[in-house]
T-cell receptor, first 110, second 112 residues
Framework: LAKTTQPISMDSYEGQEVNITCSHNNIATNDYITWYQQFPSQGPRFIIQGYKTKVTNEVASLFIPADRKSSTLSLPRVSLSDTAVYYCLVGSYGNNRLAFGKGNQVVVIP | KAGVTQTPRYLIKTRGQQVTLSCSPISGHRSVSWYQQTPGQGLQFLFEYFSETQRNKGNFPGRFSGRQFSNSRSEMNVSTLELGDSALYLC???????????FGPGTRLTVL
Protein backbone atom coordinates (compact mmCIF):
# COMPACT_ATOMS: atom_id res chain seq x y z
CA LEU A 1 0.00 0.00 0.00
CA ALA A 2 1.41 3.35 -1.04
CA LYS A 3 2.02 5.72 1.86
CA THR A 4 0.93 9.31 1.93
CA THR A 5 2.35 12.31 3.72
CA GLN A 6 0.28 15.33 4.66
CA PRO A 7 0.84 18.37 6.86
CA ILE A 8 -0.53 17.74 10.33
CA SER A 9 -2.65 20.84 10.53
CA MET A 10 -3.42 24.16 8.90
CA ASP A 11 -5.59 27.18 9.56
CA SER A 12 -7.53 29.20 7.06
CA TYR A 13 -9.88 32.18 7.18
CA GLU A 14 -13.50 31.87 6.27
CA GLY A 15 -14.17 32.67 2.63
CA GLN A 16 -10.68 31.81 1.44
CA GLU A 17 -9.65 29.03 -0.88
CA VAL A 18 -7.84 26.22 0.93
CA ASN A 19 -5.28 24.03 -0.77
CA ILE A 20 -4.31 20.83 1.02
CA THR A 21 -1.29 18.97 -0.28
CA CYS A 22 -0.41 15.31 -0.13
CA SER A 23 2.78 13.47 -1.11
CA HIS A 24 2.67 9.93 -2.42
CA ASN A 25 6.08 9.28 -3.89
CA ASN A 26 5.57 5.52 -4.24
CA ILE A 27 2.26 5.64 -6.02
CA ALA A 28 1.76 2.67 -8.33
CA THR A 29 0.62 2.83 -11.91
CA ASN A 30 -2.84 1.50 -11.12
CA ASP A 31 -3.36 3.60 -7.97
CA TYR A 32 -6.03 6.25 -7.73
CA ILE A 33 -5.93 9.22 -5.35
CA THR A 34 -8.91 9.65 -3.07
CA TRP A 35 -9.75 12.28 -0.47
CA TYR A 36 -12.03 11.92 2.52
CA GLN A 37 -13.30 14.40 5.10
CA GLN A 38 -14.05 13.54 8.71
CA PHE A 39 -15.85 15.53 11.38
CA PRO A 40 -15.46 14.65 15.07
CA SER A 41 -17.32 11.50 16.13
CA GLN A 42 -18.48 10.80 12.58
CA GLY A 43 -17.33 8.43 9.89
CA PRO A 44 -15.23 9.79 7.01
CA ARG A 45 -17.03 11.14 3.98
CA PHE A 46 -15.80 10.71 0.40
CA ILE A 47 -14.92 14.02 -1.26
CA ILE A 48 -13.24 13.34 -4.58
CA GLN A 49 -11.13 10.87 -6.49
CA GLY A 50 -8.79 11.17 -9.45
CA TYR A 51 -6.05 9.51 -11.45
CA LYS A 52 -4.30 12.37 -13.24
CA THR A 53 -4.62 16.04 -14.22
CA LYS A 54 -7.62 17.75 -12.70
CA VAL A 55 -10.94 16.57 -11.34
CA THR A 56 -13.71 18.85 -10.14
CA ASN A 57 -17.01 18.19 -8.46
CA GLU A 58 -19.55 20.30 -6.63
CA VAL A 59 -17.47 20.58 -3.45
CA ALA A 60 -13.78 20.43 -4.41
CA SER A 61 -11.11 20.20 -7.06
CA LEU A 62 -8.25 17.76 -7.18
CA PHE A 63 -5.03 18.64 -8.95
CA ILE A 64 -2.59 15.88 -9.86
CA PRO A 65 0.69 16.68 -11.65
CA ALA A 66 2.03 14.54 -14.44
CA ASP A 67 4.37 12.51 -12.21
CA ARG A 68 1.47 11.80 -9.81
CA LYS A 69 3.82 11.90 -6.82
CA SER A 70 1.68 14.50 -5.13
CA SER A 71 -1.82 15.90 -5.24
CA THR A 72 -3.63 18.99 -4.03
CA LEU A 73 -7.18 19.17 -2.78
CA SER A 74 -8.68 22.61 -3.28
CA LEU A 75 -11.70 23.77 -1.31
CA PRO A 76 -13.17 27.03 -2.66
CA ARG A 77 -14.40 29.69 -0.23
CA VAL A 78 -14.33 27.63 2.95
CA SER A 79 -16.81 28.14 5.75
CA LEU A 80 -16.61 27.29 9.43
CA SER A 81 -18.35 23.99 8.71
CA ASP A 82 -15.37 22.89 6.62
CA THR A 83 -13.32 22.51 9.80
CA ALA A 84 -12.45 18.83 9.72
CA VAL A 85 -9.69 16.30 9.19
CA TYR A 86 -8.89 15.66 5.55
CA TYR A 87 -7.36 12.38 4.49
CA CYS A 88 -5.49 11.63 1.30
CA LEU A 89 -5.38 7.99 0.24
CA VAL A 90 -3.91 6.09 -2.68
CA GLY A 91 -4.94 2.67 -3.82
CA SER A 92 -6.01 0.66 -6.79
CA TYR A 93 -9.51 1.17 -8.11
CA GLY A 94 -11.94 -1.04 -6.25
CA ASN A 95 -9.50 -1.76 -3.43
CA ASN A 96 -11.52 -1.26 -0.30
CA ARG A 97 -8.57 -1.70 2.04
CA LEU A 98 -8.12 2.01 2.68
CA ALA A 99 -4.98 3.24 4.45
CA PHE A 100 -5.96 6.56 6.01
CA GLY A 101 -2.77 7.88 7.54
CA LYS A 102 -2.87 10.73 10.06
CA GLY A 103 -4.76 13.22 7.95
CA ASN A 104 -4.62 17.00 7.94
CA GLN A 105 -6.60 18.94 10.54
CA VAL A 106 -7.98 22.03 8.83
CA VAL A 107 -9.37 24.75 11.07
CA VAL A 108 -11.39 27.53 9.50
CA ILE A 109 -11.22 30.77 11.45
CA PRO A 110 -13.98 33.40 11.35
CA LYS B 1 -31.58 5.67 0.15
CA ALA B 2 -30.89 4.97 3.80
CA GLY B 3 -27.27 5.31 4.86
CA VAL B 4 -25.06 2.84 6.64
CA THR B 5 -26.36 2.03 10.10
CA GLN B 6 -24.41 0.65 13.00
CA THR B 7 -25.66 -0.75 16.27
CA PRO B 8 -25.19 -0.17 19.05
CA ARG B 9 -23.86 3.39 18.97
CA TYR B 10 -22.25 3.15 22.39
CA LEU B 11 -21.06 0.17 24.37
CA ILE B 12 -19.26 -0.31 27.66
CA LYS B 13 -17.61 -3.62 28.43
CA THR B 14 -15.05 -4.91 30.88
CA ARG B 15 -11.75 -6.61 30.16
CA GLY B 16 -12.08 -10.23 29.16
CA GLN B 17 -15.59 -9.91 27.83
CA GLN B 18 -16.51 -10.25 24.18
CA VAL B 19 -18.56 -7.91 22.02
CA THR B 20 -20.46 -8.09 18.75
CA LEU B 21 -21.06 -5.02 16.62
CA SER B 22 -23.51 -4.87 13.76
CA CYS B 23 -23.50 -3.00 10.48
CA SER B 24 -26.22 -2.67 7.86
CA PRO B 25 -24.87 -1.42 4.54
CA ILE B 26 -26.57 0.75 2.00
CA SER B 27 -29.06 -1.26 -0.02
CA GLY B 28 -27.37 -2.85 -3.00
CA HIS B 29 -23.86 -2.58 -1.59
CA ARG B 30 -22.10 -5.90 -1.40
CA SER B 31 -18.86 -4.81 0.24
CA VAL B 32 -18.58 -4.06 3.94
CA SER B 33 -15.34 -2.92 5.54
CA TRP B 34 -14.52 -2.38 9.19
CA TYR B 35 -12.11 0.14 10.68
CA GLN B 36 -10.86 0.94 14.15
CA GLN B 37 -10.16 4.55 15.06
CA THR B 38 -8.16 5.59 18.11
CA PRO B 39 -6.46 8.89 18.92
CA GLY B 40 -3.04 7.27 18.87
CA GLN B 41 -3.24 5.02 15.82
CA GLY B 42 -5.80 6.86 13.73
CA LEU B 43 -8.03 4.96 11.33
CA GLN B 44 -6.89 1.39 10.80
CA PHE B 45 -8.37 -1.16 8.45
CA LEU B 46 -9.66 -4.33 10.09
CA PHE B 47 -11.18 -6.39 7.30
CA GLU B 48 -13.49 -6.33 4.30
CA TYR B 49 -16.26 -8.70 3.35
CA PHE B 50 -17.69 -9.05 -0.12
CA SER B 51 -20.52 -11.43 -0.92
CA GLU B 52 -20.12 -13.20 2.42
CA THR B 53 -16.39 -13.81 1.94
CA GLN B 54 -13.53 -12.05 3.65
CA ARG B 55 -11.66 -10.33 0.82
CA ASN B 56 -9.10 -8.25 2.70
CA LYS B 57 -7.66 -8.39 6.18
CA GLY B 58 -5.67 -5.88 8.17
CA ASN B 59 -2.99 -6.46 10.79
CA PHE B 60 -5.12 -7.20 13.82
CA PRO B 61 -4.95 -10.21 16.13
CA GLY B 62 -7.29 -13.16 15.76
CA ARG B 63 -9.45 -11.80 18.58
CA PHE B 64 -10.99 -9.59 15.94
CA SER B 65 -13.27 -11.45 13.57
CA GLY B 66 -16.20 -10.75 11.37
CA ARG B 67 -18.76 -12.21 9.07
CA GLN B 68 -21.22 -11.15 6.45
CA PHE B 69 -24.68 -12.48 5.86
CA SER B 70 -26.50 -13.13 2.61
CA ASN B 71 -28.30 -9.78 2.90
CA SER B 72 -24.86 -8.07 3.12
CA ARG B 73 -25.32 -7.15 6.77
CA SER B 74 -22.11 -7.65 8.69
CA GLU B 75 -21.07 -8.30 12.24
CA MET B 76 -17.75 -7.79 13.90
CA ASN B 77 -16.74 -9.67 17.02
CA VAL B 78 -13.97 -8.95 19.48
CA SER B 79 -13.20 -11.60 22.04
CA THR B 80 -11.25 -11.30 25.28
CA LEU B 81 -11.46 -7.54 25.30
CA GLU B 82 -8.43 -5.48 26.33
CA LEU B 83 -8.27 -1.89 27.48
CA GLY B 84 -6.59 -0.98 24.22
CA ASP B 85 -9.63 -2.10 22.26
CA SER B 86 -11.44 1.03 23.37
CA ALA B 87 -12.08 2.84 20.12
CA LEU B 88 -14.57 4.05 17.58
CA TYR B 89 -15.40 1.16 15.27
CA LEU B 90 -16.52 2.26 11.85
CA CYS B 91 -18.23 0.27 9.18
CA UNK B 92 -18.22 1.30 5.54
CA UNK B 93 -20.09 -0.08 2.59
CA UNK B 94 -19.50 0.18 -1.12
CA UNK B 95 -20.59 -1.42 -4.31
CA UNK B 96 -17.19 -3.08 -4.35
CA UNK B 97 -16.14 -1.60 -7.65
CA UNK B 98 -14.83 1.84 -6.69
CA UNK B 99 -12.86 3.56 -3.96
CA UNK B 100 -15.88 5.46 -2.67
CA UNK B 101 -16.91 4.01 0.63
CA UNK B 102 -19.88 5.17 2.67
CA PHE B 103 -19.24 5.18 6.38
CA GLY B 104 -21.67 4.68 9.21
CA PRO B 105 -21.69 6.77 12.39
CA GLY B 106 -19.62 4.21 14.26
CA THR B 107 -19.88 2.32 17.51
CA ARG B 108 -18.02 3.82 20.43
CA LEU B 109 -16.63 0.93 22.50
CA THR B 110 -15.23 1.58 25.95
CA VAL B 111 -13.42 -1.22 27.74
CA LEU B 112 -13.06 -0.80 31.50
Amino acid sequence: LAKTTQPISMDSYEGQEVNITCSHNNIATNDYITWYQQFPSQGPRFIIQGYKTKVTNEVASLFIPADRKSSTLSLPRVSLSDTAVYYCLVGSYGNNRLAFGKGNQVVVIP
Amino acid sequence: KAGVTQTPRYLIKTRGQQVTLSCSPISGHRSVSWYQQTPGQGLQFLFEYFSETQRNKGNFPGRFSGRQFSNSRSEMNVSTLELGDSALYLCASSQGTSNEQFFGPGTRLTVL
